[in-house]
């Protein structure tokens, strides 16, 4: 009796305990599954974006060196010893300015020999013109005397041959002065070329060769330096292929640079050159593009961050590209692309819905049909996960030029 009194309490408190325990894991599953609802609410939430007014820009991206438009390298034209450089790079000339001085001795000692050498080639004229008088009125003197048979035959045509034969080496010397004149002249320019002089106004921006240096330009030109103007330079962009279809003629440019992130240049395409360049495979195109520097800003081989703007607008609706779906070729039209986004209707429904964007931008597209300013859309599933809330989206501004 008294051991079936003790089993009783035993199973009262073993029936208290479970009871305890079970009431714990409910509590504990109907907390779990609370905050999970609320979780999944939330995210619901924070995955719905809302069309506002915004500023966008398409555009296309590209890196660039920065090099005069106009420049000219400065070379010897003849061979010999660089005497004298008269003027350093950063040095701003003017066009006719003396430059550099070359050894010219070897170029005036030849202008000297072919002035000597015209100088013999007259005089030996002189004396053959004498000559020439002479034969001729010799040659005169036995025509009148033939008829007489004063002379004889033989004796008239020796001096006719002396006379024909003196009138042409005449011509001869006159042909060698002709030919000691040209290679005189072209000595003389020789001469002239050891004295370089600037070829237009421009700022010295590289120096090639130094004084003392022997220059030998009978197989190349040997550079000395290169003279350039600085208040216009040129972008040389080089553009992808599959973004140099997009690009035209005098289309707007902006660019900024290592040193100066915060300001951007305005410029222009000029010129696409048709050749490209492969580099590690990958095909690309240069692009020239024009921009003032009028400050002095800009210099030669500075690195250019590129954007080609093909389009903007301001102050229209716009809509994440994160929340564009499927892409609809086939429903494309004049107003646009065509996308499937989904849309949040009044009763928090979401319904698929077919709209056309314009410019579009990595993060922004234009609404041109389809969608109002305040509507709601949701999220692709993957940028919703990725971006977490609504804070990720705010409306798009232009860039501050």
Not at 114 to 137: G, P, T
């Amino acid at each position: 009796m008294q051991t079936r009194q003790i089993f009783s309490g035993r199973s009262r408190y073993w029936l208290v305990g479970l009871f305890v325990v079970l009431f714990a894991v409910g509590a504990a599953l109907r907390f779990y599954w609370q905050r999970d609802a609320e979780s999944k609410q939330a995210f619901l939430a924070d995955s719905t974006v809302q069309i506002v007014y915004g500023d966008i820009e398409e555009n296309v991206t590209a890196q660039g060196k920065l090099e005069p438009k106009e420049y000219v390298d400065i070379g010897a034209q003849v061979t010999g010893q660089l005497q004298k450089l008269f003027v350093e790079i950063g040095d701003v000339v003017k066009t006719g300015q003396q430059l550099a001085q070359i050894d010219p001795r070897i170029y005036a000692a030849r202008v000297q020999a072919d002035e000597a050498s015209i100088n013999n080639l007259k005089a030996q004229l002189v004396q053959q013109e004498a000559l020439i008088l002479f034969a001729k009125r010799q040659y005169a003197r036995n025509q009148q005397l033939y008829p007489t048979k004063a002379v004889s035959q033989e004796t008239l045509q020796n001096s006719e041959s002396n006379y024909k034969a003196a009138m042409a080496l005449a011509d001869s010397i006159r042909a060698q002065i002709q030919q000691v004149e040209s290679t005189l002249s072209g000595d003389r320019t020789n001469l002239g070329y050891t004295k370089i002089f600037a070829p237009m106004d421009g700022t010295v921006v590289q120096q090639t060769a130094r004084a003392g240096q022997t220059l030998n330009a009978n197989q190349q030109t040997p550079n000395i330096m290169q003279l350039a103007k600085l208040d216009k330079m040129t972008v040389r962009s080089q553009t992808a292929e599959a973004d140099i279809m997009r690009i035209k003629t005098g289309m707007p440019v902006y660019f900024t640079t290592l040193g100066s992130e915060q300001r951007r240049w305005q410029g222009i395409v000029r010129q696409i050159l048709p050749t490209p360049e492969v580099v590690n495979n990958v095909v690309l195109y240069n692009v020239l593009i024009d921009v003032d520097n009028a400050d002095g800003q800009l210099m030669s081989g500075m690195s250019a961050q590129v954007f080609f703007v093909l389009g903007d607008a301001k102050h229209v609706p716009v809509i994440p590209v994160n929340a564009l779906g499927k892409r609809l070729h086939e429903q494309d039209n004049p107003q646009g692309r065509a996308y499937q986004v989904k849309m949040i209707a009044a009763d928090n429904q979401v319904q698929e819905k077919v709209i056309h964007v314009g410019l579009q931008s990595r993060r922004f597209a234009e609404i041109r049909e389809g969608l109002a300013v305040g509507d709601r859309v949701k999220l692709t599933l993957a940028a919703a996960k990725k971006n977490g809330g609504r804070d990720s989206y705010r409306p798009p501004s232009m860039p501050r030029l």
